[in-house]
Every structure is written in C-alpha cells, then in structure tokens.
C-alpha cells in the first residue's frame, strides 16, 4: 500500500523536453518512494532532448524512456508542490498548493556541455528539497 504522508511534486516547464524530465529524474532518484512525482508542459514537445539524456546518463540517471506529457489541472490537484521552470501563466494556480519557480536556463537547441551547468544546479535544488520535504529516515 502507498505511503499517502509522502509528498507529491510536479516540475512543469513548456516542453516537458528538459529541465521538468531532469528535475523530476533526479527528485524520483534521490527520494525514492518517500515522494510521488510527475513532470509536465504546457506544450510538450515529441520527445525528450536527446543532449539532455546524454547529460543525466553521465550522472548515472537514465531517462531515455521517459515521453514528454501535458500538463492537466488533474496533475496540479494531485500535487502538494508545483515546481515551475518557465511555463509563465500556463500554469494553473490553485489554491492550497505550494508554488516555486526556478528560473533556469532552458536547454532546448543546446548540446551536451551547454546542458551540463543547467543539469548541475537542478541537482543542487533537488538535494535541499528532498533534505525539506522528504528527509531519509534517521537511525
């Protein structure tokens, strides 16, 4: 049975291509089953950027498979936390949700090393939202 205490976060970005599939890979990666996460664009894109699974499979992440998805309001009630990184007003904004936007570079037309620093620093953010809302259990 689910742990319904953990908390649900959805990274939204307009393509659902880059930064939202990288935020949402590094968050399942570092939390495991202690947080529910998605990832969604307002107008998401046919496919993940193939320099951004380059980037993430140099970490040790494989994202390869994932398919970039819509955003739906269904997908912002189901979520405790909405991160956004540049889908400006298409993001639905409902109340009783907690709401962050990270300004980011998006990596759409860039290569492999222009991606690494984006890459980078969403893991750096992943790690202190994981130590707030889903800290690994204490011995």
Not at 53 to 77: C, F, R
Request: proline share 8%; aromatic share 2%; net charge negative.
């Amino acid at each position: 049975m689910p742990d319904t205490t953990a908390s649900s976060v959805l990274f939204v970005c307009v393509h659902n291509a880059g930064r939202s599939q990288m935020a949402a890979a590094f968050l399942t990666h570092l939390a495991g089953d202690r947080v529910q996460v998605r990832s969604a664009g307002s107008a998401p894109a046919d496919t993940v950027n193939p320099a951004v699974v380059e980037a993430m499979a140099e970490v040790g992440v494989d994202i390869a498979a994932e398919v970039p998805k819509v955003l739906t309001t269904d997908a912002v009630q189901a979520s405790d936390v909405v991160i956004t990184m540049g889908c400006g007003d298409t993001c639905p904004v409902l109340p009783g949700k907690r709401y962050l936007d990270w300004d980011l570079p998006d990596p759409a037309g860039r290569g492999v090393a222009a991606v690494r620093p984006i890459r980078d620093e969403i893991e750096k953010r992943i790690r202190g939202l994981v130590d707030e809302i889903a800290p690994a259990a204490r011995p």
